[in-house]
């Protein structure tokens, strides 16, 4: 079977040269990913096996990829609706659904696998990948609600530093500078993990949650 490799760009968008007399039409290819909006169905880093499609049609619950009408990028989320109009689409993640309708013109294929780094899952599409889709939006909502009522709570832990008295030194955070021909860029580690990054157009920490609970950001030097 011929596969293509398609390095990733940045944010939801792929570098997907998609012309098609440079394509095997029909053939299984694959995408790299990026981007919070299909959390939690993919992840950012994934590479995608897209499978373009043949005899079928697209359906509902589908996971696809996409070029964005007048657009030059490509996206992947989930069909919500097939109208008279056209396709309809939404990220998992996302709260509103894409302004666009979609043509079978504009659809480069369902991503049927998603691999990061030797493991493999499969990608649900269909009816099943609607209840997923709906199940998704739901916990989406179920999450936003808790983070609104607990935000306050959060906080006051986080200005108290009560937490970060039990870190044990081993874990305590440092910054690991990584270099490139082009540039630098800057993380937080807690142990191994990855917890924040410094963004120097704001010139600040940006630390996930709930990290911050284990770290005064206080203290944390300004990279340069």
């Not at 986080?158 to 305590?172: D, E, I, M, Q, Y």
């Amino acid at each position: 079977m011929k596969t293509r490799i398609i390095p990733k760009i940045h944010a939801d968008f792929f570098l997907f040269q998609h012309i098609k007399n440079k394509l095997d039409p029909g053939k299984t290819f694959f995408c790299a990913h990026a981007g919070p909006s299909m959390n939690p169905t993919l992840n950012s880093k994934d590479l995608l096996e897209i499978e373009p499609y043949r005899e079928e049609r697209p359906k509902t619950g589908d996971v696809i990829l996409f070029r964005v009408p007048q657009k030059d990028y490509h996206i992947v989320h989930r069909i919500t609706r097939i109208c008279s109009r056209g396709i309809q689409t939404r990220g998992d993640n996302n709260s509103q659904t894409d302004p666009w309708y979609l043509q079978p013109v504009d659809i480069c294929g369902r991503v049927i696998t998603a691999h990061r780094g030797a493991a493999g899952r499969i990608i649900i599409n269909g009816f099943m990948g609607r209840i997923i889709g709906l199940y998704c939006q739901l916990r989406r909502c179920a999450l936003s609600s808790l983070t609104k009522t607990l935000r306050p709570v959060y906080r006051s832990l986080c200005a108290s530093g009560f937490l970060r008295l039990f870190v044990p030194t081993p874990l305590h955070p440092r910054v690991v500078t990584f270099t490139s021909r082009t540039h630098s860029s800057h993380r937080l580690l807690l142990g191994k993990t990855i917890i924040g990054t410094y963004d120097h157009a704001l010139q600040q920490w940006q630390i996930r949650h709930p990290y911050r609970l284990l770290i005064n950001e206080s203290i944390l030097p300004t990279p340069r």
